[in-house]
C-alpha cells in the first residue's frame, strides 16, 4: 500500500513537472524574437513573428518582458495570449503608416461608414480564445500620431477625404484605434492599463463572450477618445473598470441593421468622461437588449450619467440601470427615440432605473480638461433630465425610483423662457443627433417627459440649491402615468407638475397641478 502511495506521489510530481514544462514550452518571449526594448525600434516584425510562432504551434502566451516596445498594428489571432509583464510598456508608433486595417466580409457591411475606423494598434480578426493580460502598459501615443497624420493630410502625403476643416483634425477614419476587435469570440482582457489613442480607446465589433476586468483606461489624448466601445456584441462583461475618457466612457453601439448588443453586464466601474458616462447609441441601427447597468460611480462627466438612445431604428429593450453614483455630472439621465437614419423609427421599451443619486452642477464641470467636448453653443439654464419619444412614436414602458438628484437652480427668464401655455415651443428635432441639450431651453428643472407611454415615477427626491422659476416635472403627450412618494425642496410655491395632453394618470403629491389639454 506505501509503495502504491508512493508511486502515485512521483506520478502526480512528474505530471506537474511536465504540465510546467509545456506551459514553458508554449511561451515566447518577444526579445528571443528580436524586439528591442529601447523605446524608439520598431519592433513590429518581432512581435507579430512571436505571434505566429504561438499561434501555430497550437496557442501560448506571448511575453512582453520589462522595458519599452515600440510597434505599429500587430495581429492577435486564435488561441494566443499577450501577457505584459510588471514594467513593461508597449508603445504606438507616431507614424500613420505603421497602422492597417481590420476589414472584415461582406457580413461586417454597415449603414455607417463616417466614422468606424477599421485602424487599430492591436487587431484581432475572426479570432478565438483570445486573451490580453498582466501588470503592463499599452500607450497608443495618440497625440504625437493624430498631430503627424494632421501635418501629412496639409503637406499632400496622407489623402485624408474626411479631414475636418470646421475643427481642423483629422478625420477619425484615418486614425488609429488602441484596440480593434471584429467578430472574435472568447474575448478576455484584464489587470493593464490602457492609455493614449488617437481615436476610441477599445473598439469589439460583431464579437461573442467578452470579459474586460480591473482595467484602468485613461484616453484623453485626443479628440473622439471613447473608453469602450461594444458593437453589436453578445454577452459582455464589463466589471471593475476605471475609465477617465475625453469623449463617452462606455459606449454601446449598433451599426448593422440584423444585429444588435445583446446580454451586457457592466458593472463596479468608475467613469470620468468629457461627454457621456455610459451610453446607447449614437450609432443606433440594429438593436439593443438584456443590458444590466450596476454600482457605477461617475464624477466631472460634461454631458449624461446615462444616455440611451435610439436614432436610427434600433429596438432598445429589457434595460435595467441601478446604483448610479453621479457627482458634478451636467445631466443625470437622457433617454431619446428619435429618426435620424434608418427606414422607420425604433423603439425604446421596458426600461428600468433605481437608486440613482446625481449632483448637477450650475457651471461646466470637465472644465480642467485638455480636451473639452464641444460647448453646448447657446443660452441655456441647467438642463434636465428627458425621455423623449416622437409624435406616433413613444417610449414605453419606463419606470425610474429610488432616484435624488440635487440641481443648481438660478434659472432665470432673461437667460431663456418656455412659457407653459406654449409648451410647443419646443421643438421635435426628429432628425437631429441626440443629446441631452438638443432640444434647447426645456420648461421644467427637473424631469421633461414627452410622447411617452406607461411612465411609472416612485420615490423620486430633486432638490434645488438655488431659486429656478421653471416647475420641477413637465408631462407632454403621455399615456398612462402614476408618480408616487415624489418630494420636492426649495422649489417655491408654484405648481411643480405641468400636464399637457396626459391621458389617464395617477399623482399621489398634495401640490398644485397645471393640466393643460386632456
Partial sequence: MQVRKLMMMVFFWILCIAMVQSAEARSYNIRDFGAIPDGTTLNTEAIQKAINKAYVKGGGRVIFPSGKFLTGSIQLKSNVELYLEEGALLLGSTSPFDYFKAEGNEKTHRPKTDDNSELGL????????????????????????????????????????????????????????????????????????????????????????????????????????????????????????????????????????????????????????????????????????????????????????IAIESVDGAVIENIVVKNIVAKNT??????????????????????????????????????????????????????????????????????????TITYPGRATKGMAYIPLSDLDRVPEQIKKYPEFSMFGELPAWGLYVRHASNVVLKNIHLRLEDKDYRPAFVFDDVTNLRIECTKIENAGSQAQFVLKDVVNHKIEFPAEIISIGK
Fill in 330 to 403: 451636467g445631466n443625470a439621465l437622457f433617454i431619446r427615440l428619435g429618426h435620424r437614419g434608418g427606414q422607420k423609427p425604433g423603439m425604446i421599451r421596458n426600461i428600468h432605473i433605481s437608486d440613482m443619486q446625481v449632483e448637477v452642477p450650475f457651471n461646466r464641470p470637465d472644465i480642467d480638461y485638455d480636451l473639452r467636448g464641444p460647448e453646448v453653443d447657446f443660452f441655456h439654464n441647467p438642463f434636465p433630465s428627458s425621455i423623449a419619444g416622437i409624435p406616433d412614436n413613444k417610449v414605453e414602458n419606463i419606470t425610474i425610483e429610488n432616484i
Fill in 122 to 305: 492591436i487587431l484581432a480578426i475572426e479570432a478565438k480564445h483570445v486573451k490580453i493580460s498582466g501588470q503592463g502598459t499599452i500607450d497608443g501615443q495618440g497625440l504625437a500620431l493624430a498631430l503627424n497624420g494632421d501635418s501629412l493630410h496639409h503637406a499632400g502625403i496622407l489623402v485624408d477625404k474626411n479631414y475636418n476643416y470646421r475643427r481642423m483634425r483629422p478625420g477619425e477614419l484615418v486614425r488609429p484605434k488602441l484596440f480593434r476587435f471584429l467578430q472574435c469570440e472568447n474575448i478576455e482582457i484584464k489587470n493593464l492599463t490602457l492609455t493614449n489613442s488617437a481615436n476610441w480607446g477599445l473598439s469589439f465589433e460583431l464579437c461573442k463572450n467578452l470579459v474586460l476586468d480591473s482595467l484602468t483606461i485613461i484616453n484623453r489624448a485626443y479628440w473622439n477618445n471613447d473608453g469602450i466601445d461594444i458593437t453589436d456584441c453578445k454577452n459582455v462583461k464589463i466589471t471593475h473598470c476605471n475609465i477617465n475618457s475625453a469623449d463617452d466612457g462606455i459606449c454601446l453601439k449598433s451599426y448593422h441593421p440584423n444585429a444588435c448588443s445583446d446580454s451586457i453586464n457592466i458593472a463596479n466601474c468608475i467613469v470620468r468622461s468629457s461627454a457621456s458616462a455610459i451610453k446607447f447609441g449614437t450609432g443606433s441601427f440594429g438593436g439593443f437588449k438584456n443590458v444590466t447597468i450596476e454600482n457605477i460611480k461617475v464624477f466631472d462627466t460634461f454631458r449624461s450619467a
